[in-house]
């Protein structure tokens, strides 16, 4: 049966496409003597989420209505919680009411508010690299996707600039996203200014992507709300998939001018219910009680990095210091260029050799042809252990 241009667009992921590399390395390895997959591929953390919320979700889930759909009305207290959170975290005052949208997860806001607000061939832009959802959306929406490429040798600060004054009228939209996904960079607050500035001045909805503003190794995570100007066409997506360790139960949250979350809204109201009232409850609790969670982790990042990093090094594999917890934004080495390897070859190679999943860094854009992602999603020992599995890999080709 046929399926839609569109699909053809959208392509098969790359998580997909890792995913049945895993599958398929699971099924050829699964005796005794085999080593067993360490996916470092996905940003889906082994660290627990705050007790407090799982409590709450649990005592929650015993009453009749956490069962029932949850339409807008029914979400006030989370969006009240979030408002709250506003303004200890930023000191931004926000309407529970005409500025907060619940999400089901971050992902669904960059992927759907494309539907809401353009129309099919208008132009958006997107960085390159990017998380893929920010392309997925406005494949979509059937809308032309301008991209800005992101420069190593610049440290992946994005160039504005770039784009001529003509370019920039022509857009009605921007994805983008620091801290950055997949380069681990926390990013600066006055790039969010200056994009922000020029969506103010040439009619353009600023969507910024921030699951991971409470995740800065080094420096101060930037934030759209602190940039004036912001409710006349800012919008800034948030998550407690990363910082509160809740990423499979799907919560986050909207903050944005008034009409981009009344669009967003309306969208969701047909294509989807909210959270269920107990998922609800515990994302209230993370906000309230355990509101100091994201800070406890980060303790736990930095070693991860620190040593893992230490054990690349050690290898011959040196790679930039991110900002950012999570990720390792790794340059493939010199010997894989030399022998013909790109980024997609050398993962499918290191998965079958090791049983080390990593993520190839063309799949969040052409800015990342060349490069591999690796999260620090389980324990320090079991990250040194992945290092030390490469080493007779590595050897093997220099």
């Known amino acids: 049966m046929a399926t839609s241009r569109r699909l053809g667009r959208l392509g098969r992921g790359v998580f997909d496409r890792n995913d049945r590399r895993k599958q398929a390395y699971r099924l050829a390895n699964a005796g005794p003597q085999s080593l067993p997959l360490l996916d470092l591929s996905l940003g889906s953390t082994d660290l627990s989420p705050p007790a407090v919320a799982l409590e709450a979700i649990e005592v929650a889930l015993r009453a009749p209505e956490s069962s029932s759909y949850c339409l807008h009305a029914s979400t006030r207290p989370f969006r009240e919680a979030v408002a709250a959170w506003s303004q200890r975290r930023f000191g931004v005052s926000v309407d529970p009411d005409r500025e907060v949208l619940l999400l089901v997860g ?73 801290p950055h996904n997949p380069t681990a960079q926390v990013g600066e607050q006055s790039w969010l200014a200056e994009a922000m500035d020029r969506g103010i001045r040439h009619q353009v909805v600023v969507a910024h992507d921030n699951p991971y503003v409470d995740l800065a190794l080094d420096g101060e995570a930037p934030a759209l709300l602190r940039c004036p100007g912001w409710r006349e066409c800012g919008i800034e997506f948030f998550s407690f998939s990363k910082a509160w360790c809740l990423g499979g139960f799907r919560l986050a949250f909207a903050i944005g001018a008034e009409h981009l ?97 990593l993520t190839p860094g ?29 080493w007779p890999w590595w050897h093997a080709h220099i």
């Open 261 to 357: 979350i009344t669009a967003l809204r309306e969208l969701k109201g047909v294509v989807d219910f909210n959270q269920s009232l107990a998922l609800q409850r515990g994302a209230i609790v993370a906000l309230t009680d355990a509101q100091d969670w994201p800070q406890e982790i980060l303790g736990v990042y930095r070693e991860r990095r620190d040593r893992t990093l230490a054990a690349l090094h050690a290898l011959g594999w040196h790679a930039p210091c991110p900002s950012m917890a999570l990720y390792l934004w790794l340059p493939i080495p010199a010997w894989a260029k030399q022998q013909n390897y790109n980024d997609e070859t050398l993962a499918a190679d290191l998965l079958d050799q090791t049983g080390v999943a």
């Open 106 to 178: 971050s992902q669904e806001g960059t992927a759907h508010l494309p539907l809401a607000v353009l129309d099919p061939g208008d132009s958006a832009l997107i960085l390159d690299p990017a998380y893929p959802s920010h392309r997925g959306g406005l494949i979509l929406a059937d809308a032309r996707i301008e991209r800005l490429l992101l420069r190593p040798e610049q440290e992946w600060r994005p160039d504005f600039k770039a784009l001529s004054n003509s370019q920039w009228d022509q857009l009605r939209m921007m994805v983008f996203g620091f």
């Open 362 to 390: 063309s799949g969040f854009g052409s800015g990342g042809d060349g490069w591999l992602r690796l999260a620090l999603v389980h324990p320090v020992e079991d990250l040194e252990a992945a290092v030390a599995r490469m």
